[in-house]
């Protein structure tokens, strides 16, 4: 895979985010000076790369948090697509969580933006 810098990795659960992380260390072992931004936590931060929002904001349990959290989760992914812009990235990383990730991957392509969708065991 060819990864133009800047790259954002979204994850929206833990998994997700264990595996963007191993993912983002290889990365950066071999480009150590890579940009590398996340909507994530622990993780992938601990690999190196910039949290610019925290997966947990878009985790919902049960039925009535679900229907209570749309404007949470609207505005987060308002928030992540205009990064996409804002940060003039190259690359965009979805780990599997296809309910906005998949949104973003069509934002992203429209940003003629490189997109990978990652969907790990």
Known sequence: MA???PVLFCTG???GDMYAGLFIKALKQKHPDA???CVGDGSMRQAGGEVILEYRQLMTFGLIEGILSIWQNYQAYRRIAR???RLHLRTFVAVAYPGINLLLCRV???LDVRVYFFLPP
Do not use: D
């Open 3 to 5: 990864f133009e810098m």
């Open 13 to 15: 659960e833990p998994s």
């Open 35 to 37: 940009q590398i931004y």
């Open 83 to 85: 990064s996409l812009y």
């Open 108 to 110: 992203a392509k429209r």
